[in-house]
């Protein structure tokens, strides 16, 4: 005697094979949805003509001799400012900016200790690739680089 299709191992197999392609596909889409990857940026526009804005900056920052050394032990990052021609350590606006997640990205206001060292106590360790820029409350110059964190060795910002 023949038994019904439904109670035979053949037709389930081939019927579980798309099935488990449609659920993986599924799944994907969620993933990707969830965790896009913005790798242009909106005001891509703006940027672009910011950027000679920025290089007015950095030439300043050349003709008063400074320069910044970034360094990170756990959760702190110390930055020591080499002020150059500046009479003073200005307080000094810090932006991290991350390659590829904005939602990481933050900025903090930092003043110095009598060595002319910053430190950012932070609520979680910070990981990976960094762009920093660093400016006074004037913003009439920029200090800037890229630091893969952790790091222990100082790291100098490119003008």
């Excluded at 003509?49 to 320069?67: M, P, Q, R, S, Y």
């Excluded at 200790?113 to 913003?139: I, N």
Aim: hydrophobic content about 45%; glycine content about 6%.
């Amino acid at each position: 005697m023949v038994k019904p299709w439904y109670k035979q191992f053949w037709p389930w197999f081939l019927i579980a094979l798309p099935l488990i392609v449609v659920i993986a596909t599924v799944y994907r889409i969620s993933l990707l949805l969830d965790n896009k990857v913005n790798l242009v940026a909106e005001d891509y526009y703006k940027k672009g003509k910011g950027i000679n804005v920025d290089l007015t900056k950095i030439n300043v920052a050349k003709e008063l001799g400074l320069n910044a050394t970034v360094s990170s032990a756990g959760d702190t990052i110390l930055i020591t400012l080499q002020k150059g021609q500046l009479p003073h350590f200005p307080a000094l606006t810090a932006t991290f900016t991350h390659r590829t997640l904005p939602d990481r990205d933050f900025e903090k206001l930092l003043t110095a200790d009598a060595k002319g060292t910053y430190r950012l106590v932070l609520d979680h360790d910070v990981q990976g690739p960094w762009f920093v820029e660093l400016q006074p409350h004037d913003q009439a110059w920029m200090v800037q680089g890229r630091v893969t964190f952790p790091t222990e060795t100082d790291v100098v910002l490119l003008d």
